[in-house]
């Protein structure tokens, strides 16, 4: 019989409760109570888990960073495999790949990377773990340069589902591999690390462009047009953050040019022209810096309350985000339809201490445009941009109402913008399985079945081992 190994908490546990709960805190956790939650240091602890669970009748969930929007890291009456602590990363700078622990966060990652002048597209949250993001895709700010992070992956070690370690890359497992890079996190197997191809980088220049509401169409529509077709070197998004008054709200240009060398950093301003000329700006900010800080900037670490450095998962909040696809730019009644129903967003309580609710346009185009649909399990490569829909309160009291319309802001714009993004999981969408992975799914089914014939891997909206019958 196998025991559990690692570090193994239960509820007599100090540390229990720290030790159950995710980073959203919009989650009734209540009905979330594990049996074990085990802090896994080695690959060794990864196999005794996932034997001792098969062996006990245990469900079982692997977790990196926590941030599943919909909790599916954490399982009721389950055994949680936390691979946060196997976060070492190696760098063999010669051959321009990295070695990355499975359970390394983001910005810890952009940094330590970037000390050795090098980076992967990686989240631009703090605490979002590698494991989670590359295994549904991830972007970053450099994604239009180099990729999403899961098209960097040379390869993926992982603990199947009869606890046996395999290796999948493009010459072994090959299907599992394909089937790791986009078919979502918990599906296939639980990561203990990465091969990721690393890329150089140094100074970056970032912007911060605000113009007012009044000029929503016109900024809008210029961004979907030029984004989407702008150099590589250039990722941006436009974000859309409702006021406390219709008309209140405010609209930025977020942006970073990582260019190959300093010298072009100077080229910046040109090539923000078109957004310049949309509209009046209200505010423009471009600064140079030096890759980390961006990514720091961009993760919203607040130099004066560093507190999520000692305890990362501190920084809970109470949000509901969802998201869609546009493959082609919104016509004008699209735009119009966005804006009044952002006009339409709940008052928040507190408002001025919380974050506001949002709607952001990711610009699609560059490197992950260049992946074909069936080169990786990621379906989107055709997007003129991810919409990422964010609800935001304060007050749990806030949250039917808030739900309920970003739900509705979602559901309205479905004829502009379709299917939804695997890492943005949403309970509410229906046909998940097709507006995750399109037409990907039979090829993750057929995997699925092969990998973990018995569904040892499962949670709501995994990917089944087959699919089941339509009614007639
Ligand atoms: C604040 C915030 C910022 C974000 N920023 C970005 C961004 O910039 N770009 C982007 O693309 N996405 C972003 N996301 C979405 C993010 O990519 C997903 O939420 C992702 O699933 C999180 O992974 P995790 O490891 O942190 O979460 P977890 O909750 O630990 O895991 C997520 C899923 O992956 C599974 N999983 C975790 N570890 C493993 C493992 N070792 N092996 C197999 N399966 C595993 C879990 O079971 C679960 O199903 C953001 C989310 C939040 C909340």
Redesign the pocket.
Known sequence: MSVLTGRVLDPTSPGWEGARH???AAVDYSRLVPKNVVFCQHKHDVRNAVTWARENGVPL?????????E???LVQDGVIID?SEMDEITVDAKAGTARIG?GVFCLDLHEQLYDVGLTIPA???AS??I???T??????VVSRKYGLACDNVLGVE?VDACGELVYANAEQNADLYWACRGG???NF????AFDFRVHPVGMVAVCNITWQWSDFIAVADTFQHWAPSAPDDLSTFLRFAVGDAPGAGTITLFGQLTPDSPQELAGFSALLAPMLGAAPPTGISVQMMPYSYAAAMFAGVDPKNPQWMIHPHNDTQYFK?TSAVAYEPFPKAALELLKAQLELAPVQTGWDTNEPSMVQLLAGGGAPGRVPVDGTAVPHRDAVCVVQYDAYWTDPADQPVAEKWIEGVRTSMLPYARNAYV??VDLQIENYLEAYYVSNLPRLIEVKGRVDPDNVFN?PQSVPTMLPDKPA
């Not at 969930?61 to 929007?69: I, K, L, N, P």
Request: overall charge positive; glycine content about 28%.
């Open positions: 995710n980073f959203r969930r692997a977790r990196s960073g926590r941030h599943s929007y909790a599916f890291s691979v499975a989240a631009s949250g979002v773990g494991a989670g993001l295994l549904g895709g991830g972007f970053g992982l979502g996190g918990g197997g639980i990561v203990t985000s890492n943005y949670f």
